[in-house]
């Protein structure tokens, strides 16, 4: 009854009016302690310290996070903490407040459980981010970096470390998206010459930060396995922390059913699945686990994150799924996980990731 009515409302409303209203419906509910606690009660999975992950140097309930995009500014971060995440990724933040491109700009594929969007980096900027973030829970919280859309590309590595410093005393882990496909040549970041200028200038940065919280990298689904070598051969080198396992995709597979299917721009949710846990389980293999992968595409289920941490992933983020399964999302994922863990009779976390 509730899928169907939920499944109704996304088919008619348009996705990112919808959006918004979710994003200030949890900003809202997330401001008082009654709601907070009323939301925890309904929806959180409960703690169970044979869920726990520690990655990163940082404790973690349970593998599950909320992946960038979704709350871009940090606006509703009590009220998605509240909805049991594990930890929540921000933005990506852009140094100076940009509007993103033209609207329409998000699409549903309903009947294939995915979404297309070419948002392009919408965001408050820097210092409203910073404003929102003094009042922030007490969970891992990352902050994902980006570039202004007029920056060119030669002076990106000043936009990235303006919100490194900025942002740095509110994250926890810190993550450099090159891979967006909707900020014009930004998944150039990722070649070579590129990334490993903007790398030194990074770990200087962080550097002159006095401590070292970790510094992620977030890669697109698009790149050929060669590319991915050379990705994480830099990463080892100029010491990052590790890898984020996919962005959206700009391929189509065949078979999509839905007539927006042929809209510009990153395909995510179920058609993104088998890709970026194939992606996970390379940078695994190649660089023999020294580069922790935090596993994003596709995840709707417990199954889903068993996959990905099967392949090698040591944390799960979702979107997608979010959108889809509704608030009952990371409490029915972590149950599911954990029957599968009972049949598998697995009692550690630890003892799954890589296994498979
Ligand atoms: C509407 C939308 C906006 C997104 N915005 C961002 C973003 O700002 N930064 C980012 O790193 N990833 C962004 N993503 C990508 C997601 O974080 C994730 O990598 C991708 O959607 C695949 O995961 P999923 O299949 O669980 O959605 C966005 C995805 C969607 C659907």
Redesign the pocket.
């Known amino acids: 009854m509730y899928r169907a009515l939920y499944r109704h409302l996304l088919s008619r409303a348009d996705a990112e009016w919808i ?1 918004g209203v979710a994003v200030r419906s949890l900003a809202m509910t997330g401001n008082f302690s009654v709601s907070r606690a009323l939301l925890r009660c309904l929806f959180a999975p409960r703690r169970l310290e044979s869920l726990a992950v520690s990655a990163f140097g940082l404790r973690f309930a349970h593998p599950l996070g909320l ?4 709350d ?1 500014d940090g606006v509703a971060l009590h009220g998605l903490a509240a909805l049991g995440f594990s930890f929540i ?1 921000v ?2 933040v852009t140094p100076q407040p940009q509007a993103g491109n033209a609207k329409p700009r ?1 699409f549903r594929l309903l009947d294939d459980q995915a ?1 297309i ?1 070419r ?1 392009g ?1 919408p965001s408050s900027g820097m210092a409203r981010v910073a404003h929102n973030l003094e009042r922030r829970p007490a969970l891992p919280l990352a902050i ?1 970096l ?1 570039k202004n859309k007029t920056t060119p590309l030669q002076d990106a590595l000043q936009d990235y470390c303006a919100v490194l410093e900025y942002l740095y005393p509110y994250g926890d882990l810190f ?1 450099v ?1 090159i ?2 496909p909707n900020t014009p040549e930004l998944r150039r970041l990722q070649t070579a010459a590129h990334l490993a200028e903007l790398l030194a200038g990074l770990r200087q940065a962080l550097a002159a930060q006095g401590s070292a919280k970790p510094l992620l990298l ?1 890669i697109a689904p698009d790149l050929s396995f060669e590319e991915i070598e050379t990705i994480c051969a830099l990463a080892l080198q100029h010491g990052v922390s590790g890898l984020i396992a ?3 995709t700009l391929e189509r597979p065949s078979g999509l059913r839905s007539a927006d299917a042929h809209q510009p721009g ?1 395909l ?2 179920a058609p ?2 088998a890709k ?1 846990t194939q992606i996970v389980r390379h940078i695994r293999a190649v660089t023999a686990g020294q580069l922790p992968v935090i596993g ?4 709707f289920s417990g199954a889903d994150i068993w996959e990905k941490l099967c392949a090698g992933a040591v944390l799960v ?5 979010f959108i889809y399964e509704g608030l009952a999302f990371v409490r029915r994922a972590i149950s599911q996980l954990q029957g599968i863990m009972r049949a598998e009779g697995v009692r550690d976390l630890g003892q799954v990731i890589g296994k498979g």
């Open positions: 959006h992946a960038g995009g979704f871009k990724e933005g990506t998000l979404l969007n948002m980096f994902s980006g993550v998206n891979s967006s977030k996919t962005n959206t990153g995510s949710g993104l699945r970026s994003v595409g596709g995840v983020q979702a979107y997608t799924g």
